[in-house]
Structures are given as structure tokens and as C-alpha cells.
């Protein structure tokens, strides 16, 4: 209507509209370009159902196809005809260059060093192919049971509640398996994948979908970095097949963690061919052999077999071979090469279904198979035991937060590579007031290779004697005193300075080591001080051995001096006490006291 009054209405672009934009625009075009790619396969497929045998004549010009194409805008077909000069009883042709065309002839040439490294990919990935379909025929699946775990998108949809949930989840786990997935076509990281393996199950299978995530401006993904920061705090332990210093190097610009990890890496991939060569159970053949000249050690493996798949046994071990001759299972890898950059929430994802539940099954398992070896490479099984293992013991554990302490011929090799490198003014540091508290480990226990913790303290009977109160004191003979006094030591005997500032700095590291074996760690507002992390601690009768405060991270370490302390204290100290609310609490708690302490003050000299 005319008299309708006109509103005004303001819209507001967000400042990463272009990226999101650029982002989206790649996604469309390539979901297009997969689209192409499936209506030419399933033409393919119509014109190879009806010209099932193809007929051709001697001297018959035709076109050879090129395979392996990385875009649907390259030639499909050679620029030259060829001549077919041979008829094979095999699907393959005997061809020859048309020379018909010089020019033509050339600009084949140069097209065939372009195409050539295509093709050998492609025919890789055809063997690849073959030889999955070959396993998924001769074994049973490696399957895990639903119930085991939840699966856990992460994108700028996933709500703050979900996150949370993560966090609390993340807060009592200790242990984890990472992989990543990159982009078929980009080759750019676009998934990371994280299993979780907690003390109970079900445990979680979180995937973050790089592509998708917030703008680095909202809560939520303040909430994902928190998110990271406890998966890679210090004290955690990642398992992962592959080195993930080199695949998540290119993650580090979007600013979701801090890199170094502070967590310990353990590339399983690397550590796999050593342990499985020593893992192998005797055999029927050479067991006697064995038995008769007693070679029961360690380093024992087979003789009579060779047990890897591999010739050159440098080679990597993939992880689909080290499942099937670990568990005699099949791991399904045909979804390796996919465009991992589309969203794969079932919720939100424009895939099939089926195309859906296939990528996110493979993201899933290859999780799942570094956590079903990591245990028996990490603590040194045997494979009968690992056979024999039950499944839920494999996907829980109760071990403690990693302690970086080493062992006392690598710590004192460290540090004597290191001492010529670190400057003189800090070799003269002192150990601070919390070093100078119990440290109930002896470093000659460690250099002698036995456990300290298991040797029981006897107690010490002290007997009081009765002493009188005046005892007569009888002098000692001139002659005595000159023989018991014992000669000046020569300054070739004594350690220098140097040499006293190198020995002390070996023994502050062999006692450093063993500070983190019993912790609890909890995320620090950035305004407390350690005066006030310690009052609380008092007030709340923690019995800690060293309080550890790190700026960068957030992260406050208490260590205990034995694990039991670590599960009596832990429910004392909730996730959030040292939050900003409590910050403030604290603060006022304080100033309040201190003002009447002042008022008290006043009033003493009124009194007198």
C-alpha cells in the first residue's frame, strides 16, 4: 500500500566473507566436477556393456585412451591416430605411431612425458584396487563394535554443548590415535581424525572438518582450540601411523593449536617393523633348532620364513598389511583417494548416504587399527598375546599422564651433548624452593636398573639413651691429634668449578625427570600467580610435591608423590577452580582480608 511506511534494512558482511566465499565456491565446483566425473563413468559403462568385444583390422587407424586424468578439461585421447599392427589373445592392443602427420607426431611426444607420470598413478592405483578386492576375498573384516565409541563432528554447526562434552572427555584421557586425511584434488589437509582411549567405553571418534570450521573471531572456535590444547597438553600420549610433525605442519597458520606438541608423538609406523620381527611366536620348523642352542632372548625371530611382505626391509610397513598379518584381518582401504573437502556430517553433507557412512567408516578404523596395535608395540607383546587379547582391553587403558622423565644413560647423554651449548649464567641457577621438597626417587636406583617405587622404607627403630648431665670431656694427646689429621688434598684431586657446575647440572636433571611421573593438570586463568595457586592448594590441604605453572599454555601442573594422591586429590580439585570467576572470588576474598587486617592494625595503638 502507498501508506505503508518504508523500512530501512542494514545488512552486515562478516570480515572473512571472502575466504568463506572462496571456500564455498571450491566446494560447489568441485561437487560439479565430481558429478561429470560420475555421469562419464556410468556412460563408460553403457558403451562397454554394448561393444563388450571390440573388432579391429590390421592397419586400422585408431585413438588410444589416456588415463589417469587429473581434470576433465585434458585430452581423454591421443592427438595422433595410432596404427594397430599385432591382435594379442589378451585386451591389450599392439600399436604404433601414425607418422601420416609430422607435426602432429611432435606434439604427441611432448604430451607423452606430461602424461606419463599420470599414468603410472593411475596403474598404481589400479593395483592398489586389485589387490584390496583380493583381501576383502580371503579375510574376515576388522570390524569394531558400535557400542565401543560415539562419533563426533566438528564444524561451524556443531553446537558449544557438544565441545564441552569433548573437553570433559579429553580432561581424564590420557592416551589417543591421530590420522589425517588430505584432498584428492588440493592435496591440502582437510580432516583429523582423533580416537580417544579412555579407562571406560564408549570412548570418541572426533573428526574436525577443516574446511568447515567457525571464523576464528567466535566463541566456538575458542572452544575448539581449548578443544586441541588438551589433546596435545603435556603429559598426553598420541599414537599415530606416519610421522604427524610433517601433516600437520600446514594446519598450524589457522591458529588451533601451538606447535611443537607438548604432548609425546609416537609414530607407530617406524616402530612397527623392529617389534614385529621379535613378536613372532616360534615356529614348527626351527623351534627344536632354537630350543637345542637355548636362543630364548628377545632379539629371536624367525629363520625358516620370511614373515614380511616387504624385500627390502627398510621399506614402511602400510597400515592395512600390519592388521592383516598381526590379526589375519581385512582393513579396508579403496576410500583412500577421495575429495575429503566436503562436509561429512550426516546432517549437513550433500553425499549419498552410502557415500557418506564409506568415508566416514574409513576415517574411523584407520583410528581404530593404530589403537588396536599401539598397546602391544608400546609395552612389548608378543603376537599370541595380542591375539589373545580381548577387545575392550585394547581400546581402554588406565595408564597415568606421560612422564618425560628418560632414562639415565639417555638423560646424562642429553645432557652432555647439551652442557657446552647452555650459557654459563644458567648453569648457576639454584633450584627453586619447590625442587628443594621430597624427591623420593634415588638416581642410583636408576643407574643400577631397579625400581625405586617397589622397594618398601623399613622403619628405623630409634632407641632413647640416657645421657648424664655433666660428662667429663678427656683431653686427647698432642701425638694423636698430629696422627689422625689427614694430609691436604692436591688440587689435581679436587673438580674444578666447571666440572662441580656440570655434576650438579646432571643431578637437577635426573631429579627433574622424575617430577612429572604423578601430576594432575587443570587450566589456569591468565591472571593468577603461583603465590595464589599455592594458597588455594593449602586451603584445600593438597599435599603436592612441586606446583609448575605454564604462561603459554594455561596449563597448571601439581605433582604428587604417588599415584594413589593423584586419585584422592583429583575430585578435590574440579576442572574449574582456577577459572576467572574463581580468579575474582579469590581476589576479593583477599582484599576483604587484608583491609581488616589493616582496621585491626589501627585499632591496637587506640586501645593502649
Not at 214 to 235: A, H, Q
Not at 321 to 333: G, Q, V
Request: net charge positive.
Amino acid at each position: 500500500m502507498p501508506t505503508d511506511t518504508t523500512s530501512n534494512y542494514v545488512f552486515y558482511r562478516p570480515s572473512d566473507y571472502y575466504n568463506q566465499l572462496k571456500k564455498s565456491l571450491q566446494l560447489i565446483q568441485q561437487y560439479a566436477r565430481d558429478q561429470s566425473n560420475y555421469s562419464h563413468k556410468n556412460n563408460k559403462k553403457y558403451y562397454d556393456k554394448n561393444r563388450s568385444n571390440p573388432h579391429y583390422e590390421i592397419n586400422e587407424k585408431i585413438l588410444i585412451r589416456i588415463h589417469g586424468l587429473r581434470s576433465k578439461l585434458d585430452p581423454q585421447f591421443t592427438l595422433t591416430p595410432k596404427i594397430f599392427i599385432q591382435k594379442t589373445t589378451s585386451n591389450i592392443l599392439g600399436v604404433m605411431p601414425s607418422h601420416t602427420s609430422s607435426s602432429s607426431y611432435t606434439s604427441t611426444n611432448s604430451n607423452r612425458d606430461s602424461s606419463s607420470k599420470s599414468q603410472n598413478r593411475h596403474r598404481r592405483h589400479v593395483r592398489l584396487e586389485e589387490q584390496n578386492n583380493h583381501y576383502r576375498r580371503n579375510y574376515r573384516p576388522f570390524t569394531i563394535p558400535s557400542s565401543f565409541y560415539n562419533i563426533v563432528h566438528v564444524h561451524r554447526f556443531t553446537s558449544i554443548d557438544t565441545i564441552s562434552t569433548l573437553i570433559n572427555h579429553f580432561e581424564s584421557c590420557y592416551r589417543y590415535s591421530i590420522d589425517t586425511e588430505s584432498d584428492r584434488f588440493t592435496n591440502e589437509l582437510s580432516l583429523i581424525q582423533v580416537h580417544s582411549i579412555p579407562q571406560h567405553l564408549p570412548s570418541f571418534i572426533v573428526l574436525f572438518e577443516l574446511n568447515h570450521l567457525p571464523s576464528s573471531n567466535t566463541l566456538l572456535f575458542e572452544k575448539i582450540n581449548l578443544l586441541f590444547r588438551f589433546l596435545f597438553r603435556l603429559g598426553n600420549t598420541i599414537f599415530s601411523w606416519g610421522s604427524m610433525n610433517t601433516e600437520l605442519q600446514s594446519v598450524i597458520r589457522m591458529n588451533l593449536f601451538t606447535w611443537p606438541s607438548l604432548a609425546l608423538l609416537i609414530n607407530l609406523q617406524d616402530a612397527f617393523p623392529d617389534w614385529y620381527s621379535r613378536a613372532q611366536p616360534f615356529c614348527k620348523v626351527c623351534c627344536p633348532v632354537q630350543l637345542l642352542f637355548t636362543v630364548m632372548s628377545s632379539n629371536y625371530s624367525c629363520t625358516c620364513s620370511n614373515a614380511s611382505p616387504y624385500v627390502n626391509p627398510g621399506e614402511k610397513w602400510s597400515l592395512q598389511n600390519a592388521i592383516r598379518y598381526t590379526a589375519n584381518l581385512f582393513l579396508d582401504k579403496s576410500t583412500t583417494r577421495k575429495n575429503w573437502s566436503m562436509m561429512l556430517d550426516p546432517n549437513y553433507s550433500s553425499l549419498s548416504t552410502y557415500e557418506q557412512r564409506k568415508r566416514i567408516d574409513y576415517a574411523s578404523y584407520d583410528c581404530f587399527a593404530v589403537t588396536f596395535l599401539h598397546q602391544a608395540i608400546y609395552d612389548k607383546w608378543s603376537l599370541i598375546q595380542l591375539r589373545e587379547a580381548k577387545l575392550t582391553a585394547l581400546f581402554t587403558s588406565n595408564a597415568l599422564p606421560h612422564s618425560p622423565s628418560l632414562s639415565s644413560s639417555s638423560s646424562l647423554t642429553t645432557v652432555s651433548a647439551y652442557e657446552n651449548a647452555i650459557p654459563f649464567s644458567s648453569l648457576l641457577e639454584d633450584i627453586s624452593e619447590d625442587e628443594d621438597e621430597e624427591i623420593f626417587v634415588s638416581s642410583i636406583s636408576r643407574i643400577n636398573g631397579t625400581n625405586p617405587l617397589n622397594n618398601l622404607i623399613r622403619p628405623v627403630q630409634i632407641e632413647l639413651a640416657i645421657v648424664p648431665d655433666i660428662v667429663p670431656i678427656e683431653p686427647i694427646p698432642v701425638h694423636q691429634t698430629l696422627a689422625t689429621r689427614e694430609p691436604p688434598k692436591s688440587r689435581h684431586t679436587c673438580r674444578s668449578l666447571s666440572s662441580r657446575i656440570r655434576r650438579n647440572y646432571r643431578r637437577n636433571a635426573v631429579k627433574r625427570s622424575y617430577r612429572d611421573r604423578h601430576c594432575i593438570y587443570r587450566l589456569v586463568y591468565h591472571r593468577f600467580k603461583l603465590h595464589q595457586l599455592k594458597h588455594i592448594l593449602r586451603q584445600r590441604d593438597v599435599r603436592y610435591v612441586h606446583l609448575k605453572l605454564d604462561k603459554s599454555s594455561q596449563v597448571v601442573s601439581i605433582g604428587m608423590k604417588r599415584s594413589s594422591l593423584v586419585d584422592l586429590y583429583f575430585a578435590r580439585l574440579p576442572s574449574d577452580l582456577f577459572n576467572k570467576k574463581n580468579y575474582y572470588r579469590h581476589h576479593q576474598h583477599h582484599q576483604h582480608h587484608q583491609h581488616q587486617h589493616h582496621q585491626h592494625q589501627h585499632r591496637q595503638p587506640q586501645h593502649r
